[in-house]
């Protein structure tokens, strides 16, 4: 660890330190613009503190930052290899895939909302879903088929899988006229993958005329067919109703009228 002090040599002769590594030193002077301050004024003396004290840390660097949401990424910067943590208040850079990525620090506000709290408790629930998984070698496997750029591990996969339910975009009745044998065709999918659709066919007085399982269909994943087996003579306010299942157990239900 070392200590930079830093000032202006004048009527004053004020200067300020803080206690950072050498990389970091080589950090400020670039962002708070140190390099216009006479070399004579900067110097390096050792330092036994294990801890950054950024309390004192040029406020050039806090206008600097304050008002920015941007992140930066730096690469191959021998400086700031292994850099993590808390930067002059303002900053914070954390290693990320292998790169050091440089915002402004976050804030958060004491005060909780109602919607957070829900947000907070489906995400933990999330995240527990997600650690079962992998810690089974096949579901692990399965959720690392769907990998993206985003979603880098199978971890990431399978908490989005928990998160989001499955989307019906369009069922297609255009086919069905209440006889047997007749094909429905429902587009259903999922951020990762659909695991089930079940079909349910409905009278006009909303009694089940008949139920089952589609079938997904053969090239296309969002695809799934439903062939009826009953005949229904009263296809007047007949109701289809389909449920789609995902691999994480959401559903999502949607009534379509013929």
């Not at 292994?82 to 004491?110: L, Q």
Request: charged residues 25%; hydrophobic residues 40%; aromatic residues 6%.
């Amino acid at each position: 660890m070392l200590r930079l002090t830093y000032g202006s040599a004048g009527k004053d002769d004020r200067y300020e330190s803080c206690v950072f590594d050498q990389s970091c030193a080589k950090l400020l002077r670039v962002i708070s613009n140190l390099n216009s301050v006479p070399a004579e004024c900067c110097m390096f003396v050792p330092s036994i503190s294990g801890l950054c004290d950024m309390t004192s840390v040029d406020s050039r660097v806090d206008a600097k930052f304050k008002n920015s949401n941007k992140m930066s990424i730096v690469n191959e910067n021998p400086l700031l290899e292994g850099a993590s943590g808390k930067f002059a208040r303002v900053v914070v850079y954390r290693r990320v895939r292998g790169k050091v990525v440089m915002a402004k620090r976050p804030t958060s506000s004491t005060e909780v909302s109602e919607k957070q709290l829900v947000v907070r408790k489906s995400f933990k629930k999330a995240a527990g879903y997600a650690k079962r998984q992998n810690a089974k070698p096949e579901v692990k496997s399965l959720y690392a088929q769907g990998l993206t750029a985003k979603k880098h591990n199978a971890f990431l996969v399978a908490l989005s899988d928990y998160l989001k339910a499955p989307e019906i975009a369009e069922v297609n009745l255009t086919g069905y006229t209440g006889a047997t044998g007749q094909t429905i065709l429902i587009d259903a999918s999922d951020d990762f993958r659909v695991a089930a659709v079940s079909v349910e066919i409905l009278n006009a007085e909303g009694v089940a005329i008949e139920s089952g399982a589609a079938k997904a269909g053969e090239g296309l994943a969002d695809a799934w067919t439903y062939v009826t087996t009953t005949e229904n003579a009263a296809i007047a306010g007949t109701k289809v109703q389909v449920t789609a299942t995902d691999f994480a157990g959401n559903a999502t239900v949607a009534t379509f009228d013929k």
